[in-house]
């Protein structure tokens, strides 16, 4: 499944969508449907299935800790690439990741329209994934000296890298991988494909400043 193909079959899905779809906190709320075909049931936190992942706390150092990462998966719209329409590949349909924000994940999985209507259309896998120190993804901090310092936007998109990965082998998929976000869950999304090409094929990343600069004559604080 070529990236280009992903790109253009994201636009076209995206200018056919009602704009109800779109509209609305974070990246919409989703067109909801109860009795679709394959039965499909609400886009909700009540329809995932909820895992865990065990990361290092430190992805760059030698700290032995680790924490259990939350994230959740849909999967009753994941079918063969063919049925969400691309054409001369025998792989399964794109995973859609949601890179978590600064809060649980609950209000992302509900609120994501856009994901969940993308995704039924062109049969993804979807996953939401917490930001490490949020909701049920705290690391477990005593005796941990300089705990803070392992919350970083770096930490986070490590740990997002590796959770692809882990799904790849356990779903024995090569396919390709959308990073999804607003917000500062746009930051990650856009810095995801950044710096892990090689695992994200592209991004949409919604009300995100991936690129900040700081000056003295740029910003000014009150």
């Not at 899905?13 to 109800?20: F, K, Q, V």
């Not at 049969?123 to 803070?148: K, M, Q, T």
């Not at 919350?151 to 024995?172: F, M, N, P, R, S």
Request: net charge negative; hydrophobic share 40%; proline share 6%.
């Amino acid at each position: 499944m070529r990236r280009q193909e992903v790109t253009q079959l994201l636009l076209v899905s995206l200018s056919l969508l009602p704009s109800s779809a779109v509209a609305g906190p974070g990246l919409g709320v989703a067109v909801q449907d109860k009795t679709g075909p394959g039965g499909w049931g609400w886009a909700s936190t009540a329809n995932c299935t909820w895992k865990y992942i065990t990361q290092p706390l430190d992805h760059f150092g030698s700290t032995p800790h680790t924490f259990q990462e939350r994230y959740c998966i849909y999967d009753k719209f994941w079918a063969e690439a063919q049925h969400g329409g691309f054409s001369g590949t025998d792989e399964m349909a794109p995973i859609f990741f949601y890179t978590g924000n600064e809060s649980p994940i609950e209000p992302y999985v509900n609120n994501t329209g856009l994901m969940w209507n993308l995704g039924k259309e062109m049969h993804a896998l979807i996953v939401f994934a917490e930001h490490r120190y949020e909701g049920n993804s705290l690391p477990p901090l005593d005796g941990v000296g300089d705990c803070v310092t392992y919350g970083t936007t770096a930490q986070a998109l490590a740990d997002y890298t590796a959770l692809v990965t882990q799904l790849k082998i356990e779903y024995a998929t090569e396919a390709p991988v959308v990073a999804f976000g607003g917000s500062y869950g746009g930051m990650l999304a856009g810095w995801a494909r950044i710096v892990a090409p090689q695992t994200f094929i592209g991004s949409i990343a919604a009300s995100a400043p991936v690129r900040m600069i700081m000056s003295s004559d740029t910003f000014r604080l009150p």
